[in-house]
């Protein structure tokens, strides 16, 4: 018989798959919460804190309301986009260098500034900015 303690083998621990396991692990992390940031935005438009513009003779104020009826300098437009682009002309009296002002509704539908940004497009117009308000809530500079 053979009474001599044998001796015992320290376990080994491959750290190898481990590490694999853990990178895997840390891609998928890093995919999933790049894309979840875009579901959790919450927006409040239209305010900005911005000194009031001047007024500028070749400005061209688009408004567009809830419903998406628009109108051009406080001048109602058709509907379309082909009736939008005619009076966008004709409100353009600076030409190419005239401002396209859109003053939409907080509540206007995005189609509907689509359709004027790409009516400004179709006859040249490529200065295209927005109208804010103020928040109730900021101070007056």
């Known amino acids: 018989m053979n009474f001599r303690p044998r001796r015992q083998e320290e376990p080994e621990i491959n750290l190898i798959p481990f590490i694999d396991v853990l990178l895997v692990v840390l891609i998928f992390l890093m995919l999933s919460t790049t894309y979840s940031k875009f579901t959790e935005l919450q927006l409040r438009l239209p305010e900005a804190e911005a000194e009031t513009q001047r007024d500028h003779p070749k400005e061209v104020i688009v408004s567009v309301t809830s419903d998406g009826r628009y109108a051009i300098n406080k001048v109602p437009a058709g509907p379309g986009s082909e009736a939008l682009g005619m009076a966008l002309a004709e409100a353009a009296k600076g030409g190419r260098?005239?401002?396209?002002?859109?003053?939409?509704?907080?509540?206007?539908?995005?189609?509907?500034?689509?359709?004027?940004?790409?009516?400004?497009?179709?006859?040249?117009?490529?200065?295209?900015?927005?109208?804010?308000?103020?928040?109730a809530g900021a101070k007056a500079r």
């Open 97 to 135: 260098e005239s401002v396209v002002i859109i003053s939409a509704d907080a509540n206007a539908s995005h189609q509907s500034v689509i359709t004027v940004m790409e009516a400004a497009r179709r006859i040249g117009l490529s200065q295209v900015t927005f109208a804010t308000q103020t928040p």
